[in-house]
Nanobody, 124 residues
Framework: QVQLVESGGGLVQAGGSLRLSCAAS????????MGWFRQAPGKEREFVAG????????SYADSVKGRFTISRDNAKNTVYLQMNSLKPEDTAVYYC?????????????????WGQGTQVTVSS
């Protein structure tokens, strides 16, 4: 079992930055691929970014490429999402997710564990 707790959300003006953190419980964090997803009001949840268990490999949704960076610190059981050049359309609840994966690749599919989410609001 993995428990995930997100933090770092808030209200920011367009063009600003935020860094989200996701703290994970458990001794096997380094064997989990991690991902960030978001869900805006009235919309389906969508993939934002993923990172392999080593942290070497990452993937991003086209809408955030060049603006967002996912990273992880396995010693701290934490994954981060650095969000720069924020836009009003980035407003959503952001969720952290974990998936036990036997190969060192990022993924946007079949996550098993989810956090409770943190609200990000970008004003224009």
């Amino acid at each position: 079992q993995v428990q995930l707790v997100e933090s770092g959300g808030g209200l920011v003006q367009a063009g600003g930055s935020l860094r989200l953190s996701c703290a994970a419980s458990g001794r096997t964090f380094s064997s989990y691929a991690m991902g960030w997803f978001r869900q805006a009001p009235g919309k389906e949840r969508e993939f934002v970014a993923g990172i392999s268990w080593s942290g070497i490999y990452t993937s991003y949704a086209d809408s955030v490429k060049g603006r967002f960076t996912i990273s992880r610190d396995n010693a701290k059981n934490t994954v981060y999402l650095q969000m720069n050049s924020l836009k009003p359309e980035d407003t959503a609840v952001y969720y952290c997710a974990a998936r036990r994966l036997g190969i060192d690749v990022p993924t946007q599919f079949q996550y098993h564990y989810w956090g409770q989410g943190t609200q990000v609001t970008v004003s224009s």
